[in-house]
């Protein structure tokens, strides 16, 4: 699915921001060396459209070869429960849901969120392609459809009567190359007066805090408010709000309504619009200026783990998420510079990370090598890795944190 024009609006794609050449799919962990040896790589490479300023992969994977047999379980981190947990005890509130409502979530995994609807009394229906989520979903009393979100399973599911008063669409919007059709079938599904709500990652966020490890081929789209409101708007969709929020690293959260509905668009939406306009989103500068500051900011990793390294220091990793596999593919790091990782998902554990090979182990490894550092890759959850792991500090093991720039804890 190579591709020269924008996704979104058709025209030809302009500069190219960022290119990491062949890579490794972030979400596929070799089983064994043998897998290692033949794991396949793709192109990531990410292109600028200087008509809708949508920011995109030039290349996308299938998402029938990225989302079949997920190996992201999102029930494994504390912080992302109780930000389930809020949203769902917000929402309840906010637009009245209660027994007669119907909320429906798209990539619903294993029910992490929608189990909360169901605690509640309040009916609900998750859409996720990956079929190993979906018994665990099941078991948590969310009634899931296996299948790919976009128009013709909306179609079909809107035949069967579903009008959602809320559709959930959390960090799988900015996934899915066909966006087009993606944002048709949220127009099918949402009731007349229903909203739709959408997290991504912010691009604000991405280019000022130069998280280039945030682009991995999952993430098709870098939405900002105005990209992303411009697709919404084809398919008779208004944003009505939009919430900054602090997962993964800085998202915003974009609230959504057919055109016709008697919902009234808060001050929120234009003081975003005026930021992004006055941040530069809608030209070229914002985007060299953030290809330049992350290579320097991958020099600076490189060059923490190197003197690490000539210092006879031992270094592992914590977490085996996607983010961490483009940042260390990126910077070239392999067990030379770091002799393993851990992951609290025993999905992972016994594997590989792509493209580097570093062995994932239980968090228990750490206590029984003792090393002197531990990298956290999912920086964004560093508070939360450094409460976990505060033992680190019996043998003097400090914290490194990559982005948005290397710092060392204590
Ligand atoms: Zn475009």
Redesign the pocket.
């Known amino acids: 699915m190579n591709t020269n024009t924008?996704r979104?609006?058709?025209?030809v794609l302009g500069r190219t921001v960022f290119d990491l050449g062949l890579v490794p799919l972030a979400n596929e962990y070799p089983a064994s060396e043998q897998e290692c040896e033949t794991e396949q790589r793709f192109p990531l490479k990410v292109r600028l459209?200087e008509?809708?300023w949508?920011l995109q992969l030039e290349e996308a994977v299938p998402p029938s070869r990225l989302f079949s047999d997920y190996a992201y379980f999102s029930s494994y981190s504390d912080t992302w429960m109780s930000h389930a947990k809020q949203f769902v005890h917000d929402s309840r509130e906010r637009w009245h849901l209660d027994e007669r409502s119907l909320v429906v979530e798209v990539a619903s995994n294993d029910g992490y969120l929608l189990r909360h609807f169901v605690a509640l009394g309040i009916p609900v229906l998750g859409i996720d392609p990956a079929e190993n989520v979906v018994p665990t979903a099941l078991a948590a009393g969310v009634p899931t459809e296996v299948g790919f979100f976009g128009l013709d399973l909306a179609e079909r599911l809107s035949e069967q009567g579903v009008q959602a008063d809320l559709v959930v669409a959390n960090n799988v919007f900015a996934h899915v190359p066909d966006t087009n059709d993606f944002a048709d079938g949220f127009a099918r599904v949402l009731a007349p007066e229903g909203v739709l709500s959408i997290e991504f990652p912010e691009l604000t966020t991405m280019l000022l805090g130069t998280q280039f490890d945030q682009i991995y081929h999952e993430h098709v789209f870098y939405f900002s408010l105005l990209s992303c409101e411009t697709i919404l708007r084809r398919k008779g969709l208004r944003v009505i709000d939009v919430e900054r929020l602090t997962t993964h690293g800085g998202s915003l959260r974009l609230i959504a309504c057919h055109d016709s509905a008697g919902h009234r668009e808060e001050v929120s939406v234009n003081l975003k619009r005026e930021e992004e306009l006055r941040l530069g989103l809608a030209g070229t500068d914002a985007y060299d200026a953030f290809a330049s500051a992350a290579n320097r900011r991958a020099a600076s990793v490189s060059s923490f783990l190197e003197r690490a390294a000539t210092d006879g220091k031992r270094v592992v990793g914590y977490g085996a998420a996607a983010k961490g596999n483009t940042l260390l593919n990126y910077c070239g790091i392999r067990t030379d510079f770091l002799d393993y990782t851990v992951d609290r998902s025993p999905y992972k554990q016994g594997k590989f990370l792509p493209g580097t090979h570093i062995p994932i182990f239980h968090p228990d490894r750490i206590r029984e090598t003792r090393p002197d550092y531990v990298l956290i890759l999912p920086w964004n959850f560093k508070d939360e890795v450094m409460t976990q792991m505060a033992y680190i500090s019996e043998w003097g093991g400090r914290f490194v944190v990559p982005i948005p720039e290397v710092r060392i804890y204590p």
């Open positions: 924008c979104s609006c058709g025209a459209c008509q809708c949508l």
